[in-house]
């Protein structure tokens, strides 16, 4: 019985601690930064539907002879339908490539925006320059280490030179 009462004490232990690693987890920016990314995406996402489906695709059906993207399709059944909506009504297998045509502009939209958003974040997130790692003798003008006090090729005293130009080894 006592053996019981142990082994239940430290499963409760282990799932309070899992809860408040969860929790932890949880509460780091990082993740709280992707849930606001999420939801503001999603958000962009039905603005750019609109956009495409509300405001460019109704003058570019127009200037194609009043073609309504979303009511192309090929119709599969061999059964003559009216439209896309009596199609689906009567359950014939249909290809609607307008509501594709439709989703890809969206996502171009989608795209282009975010590469207008990020190409300059990209830009300011450029690593420094390295620091370097050699320079140039004076004298012979080899590549040497830059902590190098005696060029290895014309074995020249560079102590002196460094100290001319007001430099520490």
Do not use: H, W
């Not at 999420?38 to 750019?48: E, L, M, Q």
């Not at 590549?143 to 006090?149: D, L, Q, S, Y």
């Amino acid at each position: 019985m006592k053996n019981n009462a142990v082994a239940n004490s430290s499963t409760v232990k282990g799932i309070s601690g899992l809860l408040k690693e969860f929790k932890e987890f949880a509460l780091r920016g990082n993740v709280l930064d992707l849930a606001i990314a999420v939801i503001i995406g999603t958000a962009f996402g039905r603005i750019s539907t609109s956009l495409v489906n509300d405001i460019i695709m109704p003058p570019i059906g127009l200037l194609l002879g009043r073609v309504d993207f979303a009511n192309l399709y090929i119709n599969l059944s061999g059964k003559p339908y009216a439209s896309l909506a009596d199609a689906k009504a009567a359950g014939a297998a249909t290809i609607n490539y307008g509501a594709f045509l439709n989703t890809v502009i969206d996502f171009l939209i989608v795209a282009f925006v975010l590469f207008l958003i990020l190409k300059p974040i990209y830009q300011l997130r450029q690593p420094a320059p390295a620091a370097p790692t050699s320079k140039e003798c004076p004298y012979c003008f080899s590549t040497i280490p830059i902590k190098a006090v005696r060029c290895p090729q014309c074995t020249s005293d560079l102590t002196t030179t460094m100290a001319s130009k007001g430099e520490t080894a």
